[in-house]
């Protein structure tokens, strides 16, 4: 894969991930600031001290919160983009818009649902203030550990298939991340702050929320980013798309 077709591609991602971001951003500010709210009101009610915002309430669920969310788009569609010129052609006999799809897919798994399982997300103002440093370094321990687990399970079963073929291959790799996520799972230690009498119907809604905007930033980016990069190698155009390694890749769409 030649250099201009990576710099297309690197642009489309950024692109993909700026739209994906646009409709998550949706999300949350339609499902997921209520539920920030209503945890703000609770911590209001049961605090003794109120400490003054350094940026208002009206500012982060705003101007903070497209912000947040569309610059994360954008950064993970060039790294997913990057990604993606890495594995087109090397994914198995997969053409642009499935390869996009599979890469996505793999990515909210790895990035954010497995993560997500072992500490899962909580409102703003949940948590002793001391311990975010805490909190933040296991949660990226976490996201490191996933997503090397995830590339390791990758390699694992590619090295199987031609032994067991592609299905068994990739049963076993499965298997194998599985089981390391459950180890990873059963050493790193909990995290667990929530007051004991914080409503569970808020907390589950809050989390749902946080997983609703993910699923949605990740299923649009990669249809979208499917559709942008099968231009860009040239397949509605009649070319061979090309794999990393200068290979034609197969069209299975």
Known sequence: MNSATVRSLLVRGMLAGLAAGLLALLVAYLLGEPQVDAAIAFEDAHAHEHEAEVVSRAVQSTAGLATGVLVYGVALGGIAALAYCFALGRAGRFGPRATALLLAGAAFGAVYLVPFLKYPANPPSVGDPDSIGTRTALYFLMIALSVLLAVAAALLGKRLAPRLGTWYATVAALAAFTAAVGLAYAFLPAVNELPADFPALLLWKFRLSALGVQLTLWTVFGLLFGEL?????????????????????????
């Open 229 to 253: 990069a099968e231009r860009a190698v040239g397949v509605r155009a009649g070319a061979a798309p090309r794999g990393a390694d200068g290979g034609a890749v197969p069209s299975a769409r």
